[in-house]
Each structure stands twice: as structure tokens, then as C-alpha cells.
T-cell receptor, first 114, second 117 residues
């Protein structure tokens, strides 16, 4: 079973629309990251959330960590073609055996049409 | 920010040959690096954890003798695909975290596109 369920898997929208990507789990994470990846490149870190209920904003992007630290969401306002890419959530579980090891969601391929 | 560099960016090789991919942390030391494989429009699949000065830890289903990992210094890990076959063609990515960082943030290399003919 997938530890981190990310949805939707594919999303195609028009420029100016809003969207939300979800990352859900039954496990508790000590921290969760969101990354964005463009074709042919490595993922780039967007944000880290560590506190339950935390909300972080990065320009038009709003990230939220669930109160129980089991889920997270990424909301993009007024999407632009430059937002096109693969968005990945990744969680880090506590404990020595999980130290430094991230679990990745399935990814959301976002296409923003001009 | 932390910078990780991968080389080569792309490589084409003949079936049966071996290919080495390098992953370097340019401005920090990394006792641990991770190697992933990625298929088009899919997420990252962790292959192995590279540990400086010791053996790599491989994920279930990843052949140790096929994908050789060496982490000889605090800034360099290498992945060698031995006796490559067309099914090994993929996008390989490495990541590293600066020592002491506890939030799990990963810094990725640019990726290496391997095509086996």
C-alpha cells in the first residue's frame, strides 16, 4: 500500500484558475516537503512544514500541514503556465530507523494552458 | 542553498556495457546520499541509500550487483549500472541532505538520462 496518497495524479487547467493538490496518509510525519520538478531536471524544494496546522505561503502557493501531521495540501491561486510541472509531496517519519528517509507521493502532473 | 551536481546529464551506451553516474555535493558534506529512478510522469522510486565509508542500503527488489554504489568521500557518491540492458534506460536522480539537518529536506542533482541501445 502507498504510504502517501497524492491526488489528483494529473491536472490540466486554464491560466488564471485555482487548484489544490492533496497529500494524505494514515501515518504521522515529523516533517513534510513539497517539491516541483520540470522535465529533464531534478526536483526543487518549495517548502517544508513541521508543525501540525501550519500554513506557509510562497507567493501564489499556499501550503498547509494537517493538525495531526498526517496530511498536507498545496493550493495555487491564479495558476500561470510557468507553474506547469510535476509536484511531489514527501514525508519524513520519526524514529531512528527512518532517519533521513523520505517517502514520496505519486506526484501530480500539472499543466497550465495559456 | 545546498547544491548537488550530477554528471553526466545524459548518456547513451550499448547493451552490455557499464555506465557510471556521479553525484557531488558542492557546498556541503553529505554522509548520506540517495539514488532514485524515475519513469516518465511518475514519482521517484528510491533505489538505495548511499552511506559514506560503508556499504549502501538497497531497497527491496533492487539488484545490488546490477547497481553498484560507492560513497568514498563526504562529497561524492557514484552509481554504476553494470551490464546495462535496454530495460535499464531511465532517468536517475541523486539527492543529499546537509549533515545535521533534521527536517528531512532533500537537495537533488539535475538527473542523468540513461539510454541503453
Amino acid at each position: 500500500t502507498q504510504l502517501l496518497e497524492q491526488s489528483p495524479q494529473f491536472l490540466s487547467i486554464q491560466e488564471g484558475e485555482n487548484l489544490t493538490v492533496y497529500c494524505n496518509s494514515s501515518s504521522v510525519f515529523s516533517s513534510l516537503q513539497w517539491y516541483r520538478q520540470e522535465p529533464g531536471e531534478g526536483p526543487v524544494l518549495l517548502v517544508t512544514v513541521v508543525t501540525g496546522g501550519e500554513v506557509k505561503k510562497l507567493k501564489r502557493l499556499t501550503f498547509q500541514f494537517g493538525d495531526a501531521r498526517k496530511d498536507s495540501s498545496l493550493h495555487i491561486t491564479a495558476a500561470q503556465p510557468g507553474d506547469t510541472g510535476l509536484y511531489l509531496c514527501a514525508g519524513v517519519r520519526g524514529g531512528v530507523t527512518n532517519a533521513g528517509k523520505s517517502t514520496f507521493g505519486d506526484g501530480t502532473t500539472l499543466t497550465v494552458k495559456p | 542553498g545546498a547544491v548537488v551536481s550530477q554528471h553526466p546529464s545524459w548518456v547513451i551506451c550499448k547493451s552490455g556495457t557499464s555506465v557510471k553516474i556521479e553525484c557531488r555535493s558542492l557546498d556541503f558534506q553529505a554522509t548520506t546520499m540517495f539514488w532514485y529512478r524515475q519513469f516518465p510522469k511518475q514519482s521517484l522510486m528510491l533505489m538505495a541509500t548511499s552511506n559514506e565509508g560503508s556499504k549502501a542500503t538497497y531497497e527491496q527488489g533492487v539488484e545490488k550487483d546490477k547497481f553498484l554504489i560507492n560513497h568514498a568521500s563526504l562529497t561524492l557518491s557514484t552509481l554504476t549500472v553494470t551490464s546495462a540492458h535496454p530495460e535499464d534506460s531511465s532517468f536517475y536522480i541523486c539527492s543529499a541532505t546537509p549533515g545535521g539537518q533534521k527536517t528531512g529536506e532533500l537537495f537533488f542533482g539535475e538527473g542523468s538520462r540513461l539510454t541503453v541501445l
